[in-house]
């Protein structure tokens, strides 16, 4: 068994907002005083992370001069040098301040559109100089409750125009960033546009610059919509689209909990990592999640902690999975191919492989016949995972 201690290698990451989080809710205020930016990167260092991620807003408070941001800038940076740990997303607060409580990028108001790519230019310009190289795009306010008060189509018009001037923005200072866009379907507003994955998939071929776009999936955001994240994340990753992940916990059909990675559903958890694993993942390990509000701020690295052991143990799990002889061995008899099958399948179109298609014995009362052991296999994954096998 693995000692679970992270490696600088597994490339955790936290924001700030997620260790600094207050444990506010929309019925309570604050519990706890989270210690200063300067202080979370240093104990992010200490237990193991790699790097740290920020909105803008999480360092620099909205409306700094520009003298309070340099000061306050160069400060962090001593901390990132005295610590260790590396920025390597970092994003925009455009839903904060109340001029975006209609949108940033899509609001009906022109002005506040030139306002929120304004302030996500200077905050490109922050995250480049602590050296991110993914910039993420979470559009939480970029929804409505009242769809008479929107077009649809005009907001995503209005989506691209500003991604595309970003992205040309961001080539233009040479800042080798990607973008990653977030989908979320609801929460802040009722309705979030592109909701899922594979919406944002789709937006992003229709974007001036596609190949420098792609997704920030997170585990709540799915989950809260009862859909299948393991396999919204597999078709961004075999995409190629896969720049960033945001890892937590929720319960289906809840508000979103941002819950301890590993904290829900430990099967799909456990499939999410294997995925990561066996495909070779390489982008940052995001926790997008925050302690529970009954915690203390000692409590606060607890979850911390457990964020990042929890994936060390599925990690460790997959391993064990893939070297399981009963589990390969029902997995070769299930994925036993048939040669002839298998060319004529991969050869694509043409008049002769037609002509081989036609030809292939292939009977369908006996192919129904096939045994199909997947109560074995589920039970035996589910032993693994409770630590039965
Ligand atoms: C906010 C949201 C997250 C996003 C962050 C990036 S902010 O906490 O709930 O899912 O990833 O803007
Ligand atoms: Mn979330
Ligand atoms: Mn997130």
Known sequence: MGNFVPQKSDKFTFGLWTVGNPGA????????????????????GELGAWGVNLHDNDLVPFGASAQQRDKIVSEFKQALTDSGVVVPM??????????????????????????????????????????AKIYVFWGGREGTEVDASKDAVTALKRFREALDFLSEYAISQNYGMKFALEPKPNEPRGDIYLPTVGAMLGFISTLAHPEMVGVNPEYAHDTIAGLNFYHAVAQAL?????????????????????????????????????????YKYDGPKHFDAHALR????????????????????????????????????????????????????????????????????????????????????????????????
Not at 331 to 340: P, R, V
Request: hydrophobic share 40%.
């Open 238 to 278: 075999e995409m190629g689209k896969l720049f960033h992940i945001d890892l937590n916990g929720q319960k289906p059909g809840r508000f979103d909990q941002d819950l301890r990675f590993g904290q829900e559903d430990y099967k799909s958890n456990f499939f999410l990592v294997k995925l990561l694993e066996d």
């Open 90 to 131: 970092a994003t925009t607060n455009l839903f904060s301040h109340p001029v975006f409580k209609d949108g940033a990028f899509t609001s009906n108001d022109p002005k506040v559109r030139a306002f929120a790519l304004r302030k996500t230019v200077e905050s490109i310009d922050l995250g480049a100089e602590l050296g």
């Open 294 to 389: 009954t915690s203390d701020p000692a409590d606060v690295w607890e979850f911390a902690k457990g964020c990042m052991r929890s994936y060390l143990i599925l990690k460790e799990k997959a391993q064990q999975f893939n070297a399981d002889p009963e589990i390969q061995a029902l997995l070769q008899e299930i994925n036993a191919g048939d040669a002839a099958s298998d060319a004529v399948l991969s050869a694509g179109f043409s008049t002769e492989n037609l002509a081989a298609l036609k030809s292939l014995d292939l009977d369908p009362e006996a192919l129904a016949l096939k045994p199909l052991p997947y109560e074995k296999l589920d039970q035996l994954t589910f032993e693994l995972l409770l630590g039965v096998r």
């Open 25 to 44: 809710d929309p019925f309570g205020g604050p519990v706890r005083t989270p210690v200063t930016p300067v202080e979370r990167v240093h104990k992010l």
